[in-house]
């Protein structure tokens, strides 16, 4: 849009952030403690985004925690890493600007916000093999936080399914836990969960993890801060006066206003995940009805690319449409989607398809696993499991030993006492699956996937039961009863978005940039290309990219 009314502003700053998840918050604080007067809008009446239903964990290459506990990591190894896996899908001066800065970044965020992590011991890259992949540090967790210091905790977005148990812990407190049972020394490591979360019953105290901690942090910096944060208040569209942005108009109690930023508009409102036409029209035939409808996707509701058809609009390029945060996920009836991380890498259980065959090695990272779902058509595929299995691990929102028979009822979960029965009541070819239980099995007591090699990488076994024999990552499927899950192509979000370059400024389709306009987190094309490095993969370059943004604006 073209507007030259320049006393027609109803608001005026410097730095505009559209979006609060860890993208924009981190904007708006380097922006804030920068000098600059900066203000947050958001679409929906919660403030965090995806990133308050994530993990909350960060991928950060040769970070200071690594260093601080002696970890071995450089700049080179990383960049090394990424272009070996990204390849030439990313101009490889932002891999670089990602790689040098992304250290720098947290160091800063130490220093001028509330953010405080832990380093997640043991969790390597998800090709820690390749070369310059790492088995362990360059994630970080965000520790647990009490959201009662917050001036406005209900508004912080609540995760999609309540928190199992009523456990709050760290990624690496409850990465322990779902081995209670195989290993119960390991929570001796986590003992004050246990105090905590009793604490938050007896005395009302509401304490929060993972990216609810992450979000929580950083909204009390804003407030710290005195940064404007407005809820209900969508972006319409873009200003624009001789060719670069001056700022937006959005809708805010129901009328319009317009903003102007002198120093730019940040782009950080998500993906398109939750628009059912962009969905279609990016993903082709693909697209099947249910996963065209967003019936598998776990991203922000209120993610409907709003802000990426906003950039296009005024003459945006777009990439990495095509391409979703992959994962597979379960779905009982009327429910949202259960993620299934780890639950694959552990022993008695394996991923077939309908015709009763593996199609790959079940504990790979879930966003490679679940792309793989979705392109070889192998929709639904089929998590199948036995007793042994169930008696000793958590699946989805069931305990250890714990299957809720209104889960069978329902057909949720499938229960038969033999496997040809049990291929029959899921819908998959009984011969065939018979075949490869057989063989699994084999493979199984030998302690060695020959056909998949489940069990092999660092990341396999960080995700298997270090306290199972002779494999972490393999068990026969042996003891009756058995069971099966359907296993659907979900996402956690889309990847693609406005076309940045190394300073975070959005890129026109001739390579030149749009004056005053940024993009970081889903808003963007992702750094990782068609990648997914580590834990952390999209709220590390998030934040970094947000960094960046803010100080490129600060004029640094």
Not at 20 to 44: H, P, Y
Not at 287 to 307: I, K, L, R
Not at 354 to 366: H, Q, T, V
Request: glycine fraction near 10%; charged fraction near 20%; hydrophobic fraction near 40%.
């Amino acid at each position: 849009m073209t507007d030259t009314a320049a006393n027609s502003w109803d608001v005026e700053t410097d730095l505009l952030v559209i979006g609060s998840g860890a993208a924009g918050m981190t904007t708006a604080i380097v922006a804030a403690t920068e000098g600059l007067q900066t203000m947050v809008i958001e679409k929906t009446e919660y403030y965090g985004g995806t990133t308050a239903l994530s993990g909350g964990v960060a991928w950060i290459p040769n970070n200071p925690l690594m260093k601080a506990e002696g970890i071995a990591d450089t700049p080179e190894a990383a960049l090394t890493y990424l272009r070996h896996n990204v390849g030439n899908r990313v101009a490889d001066a932002k891999l670089k600007a990602f790689v040098d800065t992304a250290p720098t970044m947290v160091d800063y965020m130490l220093a001028n916000s509330e953010l405080s992590f832990n380093l997640t011991h043991g969790f390597p890259d998800y090709r820690p093999e390749t070369p310059g992949g790492c088995k362990g540090g360059r994630s970080i967790d965000p520790k647990v936080f009490s959201a009662r210091k917050l001036k406005d905790p209900d508004r912080l977005r609540p995760p999609i399914h309540g928190v199992p148990a009523g456990i709050v812990g760290s990624v690496t407190e409850l990465r322990r836990l779902a081995f209670f049972k195989s290993n119960p020394a390991g929570l001796l490591k986590v003992w004050t969960v246990l105090p905590r979360n009793l604490w938050n019953k007896i005395a009302g105290r509401r304490h929060v993890a993972t990216g609810q901690a992450l979000i929580a942090r950083l909204r009390y910096t804003m407030e710290e801060k005195n940064i404007p944060l407005w809820l209900e208040t969508p972006l319409e569209e873009l200003i624009v006066e001789d060719g670069a942005v001056v700022g937006v108009r959005a809708t805010r109690e129901g009328k319009p206003v317009r903003i102007r930023a002198r120093k730019g508009v940040m782009m950080a409102a998500g993906g398109f995940e939750r628009n059912p036409a962009m969905r279609r029209q990016f993903f082709g035939d693909k697209a099947t009805e249910a996963w065209a409808d967003c019936t598998f996707s776990s991203g922000c509701a209120g993610n409907t690319g709003d802000a990426i058809r906003a950039g296009e609009s005024i003459g945006a390029a777009l990439d990495l449409m095509d391409d979703m945060w992959w994962m597979p996920s379960t779905k009982q009836e009327g429910k949202p989607p259960f993620i299934i991380v780890f639950e694959r890498g552990l022993p008695h259980v394996m991923v077939v398809n309908a015709r009763g065959e593996r199609f790959a090695n079940e504990a790979r990272p879930y966003n490679e696993l679940g792309r793989i779902i979705f392109e070889e058509a192998a929709r639904p595929a089929f998590l199948v499991f036995d007793h042994e299995y169930r008696s000793k691990y958590a699946l989805a929102n069931m305990l250890p030993g714990m299957t809720p028979e209104k889960y069978i009822r329902e057909g949720y979960v499938k229960r038969a006492d033999t496997i040809e029965a049990l291929a029959a009541q899921a819908g998959i070819d009984p011969a065939g699956l018979a075949r490869t239980v057989a063989r699994f099995n084999q493979m199984a007591a030998a302690g060695r996937d020959e056909d998949f090699h489940k069990g092999e990488s660092a990341f396999d076994i960080y995700a298997g039961d270090p306290a199972h024999t002779p494999s972490p990552c393999l068990g026969p499927i042996a003891k009756p009863p058995f069971y099966a899950m359907e296993l659907h192509p979900g996402d956690l979000g889309s990847k693609g978005g406005l076309l940045t370059d190394e300073h975070a400024r959005v890129l026109r389709d001739d390579g030149s940039a749009v004056p005053g306009l940024y993009a970081a987190g889903n808003n963007s094309a992702c750094v990782m290309g068609n990648y997914y490095a580590g834990a952390g993969g999209t709220i590390g370059p998030a934040m970094t990219y947000g960094y960046i943004a803010a100080m490129h604006a600060a004029g640094h």
